[in-house]
């Protein structure tokens, strides 16, 4: 049941140790190192003494869905925090995300890869990059669909120059996600990416089993979203 949040009741350190056991115990049960598999903290909407709290417990790597937002709430961003963008991102807001993000799991679409890569060149440097499947192939998700992703990844590398670390997706609401979590471990395998982002609070066990190496985690994690979206 939500409740209204009181920041006396949000034990951070143990609701981690918690996520971060979850994410042990399904690893060795796939027969995979726990190390392999890193726990992404959503801190989207989340009120900030609650992300305070997450990260005092010692959390590292945090994934936010709006640039704006994410540019607000860590203007004074720890040097050893990773900071990952999760939601899409408009071309008009590349050189602000390349400055901000030091990892970009929602490139889609060559517009944006031509932009990443002239904001790169200009920045001097670049985030790790994930391209996005929208493996659900649904009409109101961002990500490029999978018939058409090895040709997208090939004309990243290819024709704009960027180094593409994995892929990321969200299957359907409503569907069972391990099809989704298969077809996208397959087509990063045939295209030789290393980083598989997949998994959220109610599904993330699965996507270890899956191959997932990094999980994106918001409500099991920092309790319940003021609102969804
Ligand atoms: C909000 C969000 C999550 C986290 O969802 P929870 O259900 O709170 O774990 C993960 N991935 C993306 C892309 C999101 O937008």
Same mark, same amino acid.
């Given at each position: ?68 937002? #994410? %540019?607000? /709430? ?8 990773? !900071?990952?963008? $999760?939601? &899409? +991102? ?63 990844? #090939? %004309?990243? /590398? ?8 994995? !892929?990321?997706? $969200?299957? &359907? +609401? ?56």
């Amino acid at each position: 049941m939500p409740q209204p949040f009181d920041p006396a009741d949000f034990d951070a350190a143990r609701t981690r140790n918690a996520v971060l056991e979850t994410i042990a115990q399904a690893a060795q049960a796939a027969g995979r190192d726990p190390a392999e598999v890193t726990l992404t903290a959503v801190s989207k909407q989340q009120p900030p003494a609650r992300v305070a709290a997450i990260l005092a417990a010692g959390q590292k790597v945090f994934g936010e869905n709006r640039v704006q937002e #994410a %540019a607000q /709430r860590w203007r004074d961003k720890p040097a050893d925090v990773e !900071l990952r963008l $999760i939601g &899409p +991102l408009q071309t008009n807001k590349t050189r602000e995300a390349v400055r901000l993000f030091d990892v970009i799991e929602t490139l889609d679409r060559p517009r944006l890869a031509r932009a990443m890569a002239e904001e790169i060149s200009v920045a001097g440097s670049a985030p790790r990059l994930l391209v996005q499947v929208n493996t659900g192939e649904e009409v109101q998700k961002s990500g490029v669909v999978p018939a058409d992703t090895d040709a997208f990844i #090939a %004309a990243c /590398r290819m024709d704009f120059g960027l180094t593409i670390d994995g !892929l990321m997706c $969200i299957p &359907p +609401l409503g569907e069972p996600p391990g099809p989704h979590f298969a077809l996208l471990a397959k087509i990063a395998r045939r295209n030789g990416l290393a980083e598989l982002s997949m998994g959220m609070s109610a599904d993330f066990p699965l996507a270890i089993r899956f191959g997932a190496t990094a999980v994106r985690v918001g409500e099991a994690l920092f309790g319940p979203r003021p609102s969804h979206d």
